[in-house]
Structures are given as structure tokens and as C-alpha cells.
């Protein structure tokens, strides 16, 4: 079965610095991959996906993700943090079970960026 | 404006008290779908729909219907709420259900609580 894990509930970045929200998957098959971001009593926002090509990718609001297959890993990343980044960030992959277009996340990281 | 439009955007109900949460896409899409956030689980996803009066359950569907009269409105009832239920629920279209790369795009989240 596939599977999302981001082992952090909580990231805390001092703004300025860089920021990594680290994601893992577990798939058959080549993963598709996509990063949403929570802010406050909002929806979910897309913030990038990798489906092919290029193992980093760029996103919405500077955000940028580095897929490695080796380590299956898709990690988010930022150079510089906001404070404004500070939300709730889901890691996802495209389930290709049944052939449908099924979303599997992960439980979210906090990111909170202090002044 | 491209959306997807949940209603309402919160709501506090009696156990057994029959309610529904509206969803509607101005976009055009064939792939609608619930979803219930729990802290520490992310998003699990309740029915979805692939295309008009095609609808199917996902990963948590016990207590919930759907419907798929119209290609734009994917309503989720709950038709004898318990307290269990209690969640953040989302709404979610993409352009299609299969063989698909392309994000989805979510409500703005409905909160519910059972009492």
C-alpha cells in the first residue's frame, strides 16, 4: 500500500534562516508527489508536485522540493523562512491503486518561523 | 475565479440530527472528492466521485452519503451524526479521476461538531 510519512509534527525556523519540511513515500511504481500548504481557517493550497524530470522543483511562494528516489524522500525546502510561512504543510502522493485519482497524506508538520 | 465552495463553514449539531455540507467547482471538473482532517492522521478521503452519478467509497465512508446529481455540486450528508464525527471536513475536484497529473484544488474546509 502507499504511504506518506513526515516524521515531524512540529519545525521550528528563525526567520532569514533556510527551512526543510522532510517528507518519505512508500509507492509501486514511479511516485507522484505534492506538497499543500494550511494556513489559519483556509483550505488547502497547492504549493508544487513532481511527476517526472527534474528531481528539484519549484513551487509557489519560494518554496522548492527536492525529490531523491534513493531515499525516497521528497523534502520541502526554502532558502530564506517568513514569518508568513508559518502554517500547516501536507506532504502527498497520487495512489494508483484502481487506477483513480486518489490523494494519500501524510499528518501535516507545523512550521512556525519566529521573528 | 476558479473554486471549489464548501457550505457552511462551521457548524455545531446535535447527535442524530440529519445535516448536509454543500460543495460546488466552477471549474469544470470530473473528479470530485471528501476528505476528513483529524490532528496526527492528515487527510483521509471519505467518497469520491469520478464523473456525474458515479460516486464510490474511500478509506473512512461509515456514517456518510454523497451524491452526484451535477458535475459542479458533490454534497456530503450525514444522516445520523455522532460525536465521532467530529472533524474538519474538505471538498476536493481535479480535472480528472484517472490517468491524471494535475493537482487538486480544495475548499475552504467545513468545521463540524457533534455534541
Known amino acids: 500500500a502507499q504511504s506518506v510519512a513526515q516524521p515531524e509534527d512540529q519545525v521550528n525556523v528563525a526567520e532569514g534562516n533556510p527551512l526543510t519540511v522532510k517528507c518519505t513515500y512508500s509507492v509501486s511504481g514511479n511516485p507522484y508527489l505534492f506538497w499543500y500548504v494550511q494556513y489559519p481557517n483556509r483550505g488547502l493550497q497547492f504549493l508544487l508536485k513532481y511527476i517526472t524530470g527534474d528531481n528539484l522543483v519549484k513551487g509557489s511562494y519560494g518554496f522548492e522540493a527536492e525529490f531523491n528516489k534513493s531515499q525516497t524522500s521528497f523534502h520541502l525546502k526554502k532558502p530564506s523562512a517568513l514569518v508568513s510561512d508559518s502554517a500547516l504543510y501536507f506532504c502527498?502522493?497520487?495512489?494508483?491503486?484502481?487506477?483513480?485519482?486518489?490523494?494519500?497524506f501524510g499528518a501535516g508538520t507545523r512550521l512556525a518561523v519566529h521573528p | 475565479e476558479a473554486q471549489v465552495t464548501q457550505n457552511p463553514r462551521y457548524l455545531i449539531t446535535v447527535t442524530g440530527k440529519k445535516l448536509t455540507v454543500t460543495c460546488s467547482q466552477n471549474?469544470?471538473?470530473?473528479?470530485m472528492s471528501w476528505y476528513r482532517q483529524d490532528p496526527g492522521l492528515g487527510l483521509r478521503q471519505i467518497y469520491y466521485?469520478?464523473?456525474?452519478?458515479?460516486?464510490d467509497k474511500g478509506d473512512v465512508p461509515e456514517g456518510y452519503k454523497v451524491s452526484r446529481k451535477e458535475k459542479r455540486n458533490f454534497p456530503l450528508i450525514l444522516e445520523s451524526p455522532s460525536p465521532n464525527q467530529t472533524s474538519l471536513y474538505f471538498c476536493a475536484s481535479s480535472l480528472r479521476g484517472r490517468n491524471s497529473n494535475t493537482e487538486a484544488f480544495f475548499g475552504q474546509g467545513t468545521r463540524l461538531t457533534v455534541v
Open positions: 466521485s469520478m464523473n456525474v452519478e458515479v460516486t
Open positions: 502527498a502522493v497520487r495512489d494508483i491503486a484502481g487506477g483513480y485519482n486518489k490523494l494519500i
Open positions: 471549474m469544470n471538473h470530473e473528479y
